[in-house]
């Protein structure tokens, strides 16, 4: 029995009842003190009477295994690993890689797997084992779980929803952050729940001792039991935390057992796994075997099954290990290194006992870090490198396999780490071109932090340093972070360090013209490398961000919908909010802005999901243009609060387009003027912020405050050659020289924005500056046409302020009562306005005829998941089946 839990035990059957009777997921961490009953707690969890025939899953971390990528995975997944076969083949490969060389399959090169890939088998492989009955996965001592098992586990818990699946993580107060996972927090026994416990175990104690154990443990349930056992506690003169005194209390109860279950003890400690073929073939060096442990099972201080040795509890293995003299655990490390038939586990036990520089084995730490790599196993290959790095006698190896050792760790989405990687390197590089090597990643680490103008001065200040093949990479990726950040001067030493250099790159060249306004220059020479990009497929990520300074939201969107299907193929899944981020920027101008909200829903909660706090936030300054258009300033206010640095551009623009469009148009001017003044008012979200500071000078009555803006903008457009962004331009011009208009430039941008199609938001405000300019010059009649029009628009887009606006510019026409409530009616809400961004998204690969094993593998979702959301939509569809779908006429998903 369990004494003092009632509260846990009640959420744990909580949790499983529900997966049993409504296939509903859930996970859980437990959390406290070494002692504090976590491991009973999940023992309970897997006993018969509560798990009731569901399949238990395990896996415990061990201390020894951090370093070993996917050490845990291989653990918890080892019995169910028939069913990896049947996974999309991007996840089986993903766990066959998981599984190591000795798996069933060629592991993935490093280049082609994504580090979140095997989260999403691990979640696919639970759901489809949950297909036949609910799955309890029980993960203990999850601090010491090796990096990539915590992320691919992690992954697979938050995004768990109706699969009939349960994952119960036990973990110390620290080393084990979990952000977004529930926790419960174990607390000390009471003194009555202590007594009860004692008793129940111990009933021979006397009196006056089972006070003192009460007293001495605290309150610690393993602390309490081990003290009541073994009747050995400290002199409570010179108390030591509990935890040690736990130890103190083991290794006093190792140390009366004979000398040979001492040794296998350590034998087994220093393994650490408790793999039998191993651990025996080390003893065997020693005369031992495995009989020489039954005293210590008999004391119940380990578990011996068919094929491995189980410690009752780490602090057990930590005594043991910990209690033996150095010499000893050399000479244990040196037999099972020996012993050992996985290279990793060779050369972990040959560098536990290296104390001083060898080459040999530096070089085997650091094969073992690239065929952590080869898995994706990011940290672990990290501390390998490093590793290798402190055992390297040469400086320059050293320094290598330091800047090694920064780049995996950045890849792990540690950028911390890996600056003080990188500047431990660079401290030992003996060459300018290992200076360059490093800068690379220092600047990335920068940039990740929200410091452009420093990634981009770094860079730039070393690419001249680099080797030839890598300086135009170097350059083109200076001028790009210098460029989100308006720094003109980088840009331009960019552009004549590739010249000295004998250097081309197109994109420097084009940035350098830009950045000097001179559009006529540069837009079309980054208009080619877009155009090329699409071609030959390649680069699609930079040539995304090129298509956004262009303004060609079509080829833009293709180019974006390309690289997202290409990320969701692969399972690309740490790059996907990148693209996701580019995609609902153009869908906001298509006018897609359902399917833009669903496509920045979906990259805010991979990057949450992920740990890319930054970009959450740069997809919610995007995601605020929806908002300023919608006129919902508390909404907008949240999505642009922790947005970082380099989306503050898009965030002001946002901000001034919502004043705009309330009619605060001094503070619009005022924030809009910031904007053209700021470093950034060359990028592509804030150009087109200029036509809203036109209007904005315009309506506050200051128009002589809007002829820069208007000078700058029509330079962009007439250089653009893209029909809307001329249109806007001259809009703006007849809005500015409106007492001087005749309406033909009104009529000609109409015809721009009818033959181009792009931007309705656009176009809308065109109409309805339109219909205003033809109501005030008595032509009512011909004004109701463009103001009907920008009506019908706004409402679709849910624009409620600018509705407004043209409903009362037609109410001014004469336009009756009844007439606009028709108008209103026929633009009802579309029936795919009643979905949630996910179920839409769902609903519309559906409708395409895509199994919902295929969309599951699409979204990172579970196929239960999807068929969960298809539930829920047909009902707000007014349907009952995917057949019904087609005739919806639903337009494809992005």
Known sequence: MLYGRDDELARLTELIDAARDHQRSGSIVLRGEAGIGKSALLEWAAGDEVCRGARVLRVTGFEAERDIAFAGILQLLWPVRDRVESLPEAQAAALRGAFGPTGTGTIVGAAEQDRFICGLAVLTLLADLAEDGPVLCLIDDAQWLDVATTEALLFAARRLAVEGVVMMFAARENGFATPGLPELQLTRLARADAEHLLSERHATLS?????????????????LLEFGSTRRMPESSAPLPLAERVTASFRAQIAGLPDKTRDMLLIASAEGRGYMPSLLAAAATFGL?????????????????????????????????????????IRVHRALSEAADDPDCRVRHRAT????????????????????????GYGPAATL??????????????SRRLGRAADAVFRAGRPAEADDFAQRAEKLAESPADLARLARIRAAVEFERGDPPAAARLLIAQAEHAEPGDVPAMLRTGATYAWSAGDAETIGRAVELLRATGH?????????????????????????????????????????????????????????????????????????????????????????????????????????????????????????????IEGDEERLHRLVEHAPPPSGGL??????????????????????????????????????AAADQIEAAVRAGQPERAHEALARFTSWADASHIPWTRAVALRSQALLHEADSSGKAYEEALHLHEEDGARPFERARTELLYGEWLRRARRRSDARGPLRSAAQIFERLKATPWAERARSELRATGETTSTLASHQQATAPDLLDRLTPQELQVVRLAAEGISSREIASQL????????????KAYPKLGISSRKELARLQLQPVP
């Open 207 to 223: 009196p006056s001792l089972r006070s003192r154990v009460v007293r001495e443990s605290d309150g610690n349930p393993l602390a």
């Open 289 to 329: 075997g495995l009989g020489d442990l039954e005293e210590a099972e008999r004391a119940g201080l380990v578990e011996v099954t068919g094929s491995a040795i189980r410690f009752r509890h780490p602090l057990i293995r930590s005594a043991s290990y910990h209690g033996a003299v150095a010499a000893q655990r």
């Open 353 to 376: 006992i290296t104390m001083s520089p060898d080459e040999a084995v530096a070089a085997d730490l650091e094969k073992a870090a690239e065929r952590a790599l080869s898995r994706a």
């Open 385 to 398: 490198y490093q590793h290798a790095a402190e055992l390297s006698p040469s400086l320059s190896e050293r």
């Open 504 to 628: 081309d790159d197109p994109a420097v060249r084009a940035l350098g013209h830009l950045i000097k306004a001179d559009y006529a220059a540069g837009l079309p020479l980054l208009a080619e490398q877009v155009a090329a990009a699409r071609s030959e497929g390649s680069d699609l990520t930079q040539a995304i961000y090129w298509g956004l300074i262009v303004g060609d939201d079509r080829l833009t969107q293709e180019l974006a919908v390309a690289e997202a299907a290409r990320c969701r193929r692969e399972g690309l899944i740490g790059v996907l909010p990148n693209v996701l981020q580019a995609l609902a920027q153009v869908q906001i101008a298509a006018g897609l802005h359902r399917d833009a909200e669903a496509t920045g829903q979906e990259a805010i909660t991979i990057a949450r999901d992920i740990g890319m706090e930054r970009r959450e936030g740069r997809v919610g300054a995007v995601l605020a243009r929806l908002a300023a």
């Open 651 to 688: 965030a002001d623009v946002a901000l001034g387009l919502l004043d705009l469009g309330l009619g605060r148009y001094e503070a619009a001017l005022v924030r809009l003027e910031e904007v053209a003044q700021s470093p950034r008012r060359f990028t592509a979200g804030t150009m087109v």
């Open 860 to 871: 990172f979702l579970s196929p239960r998941t999807v068929e969960y959301h298809l539930y």
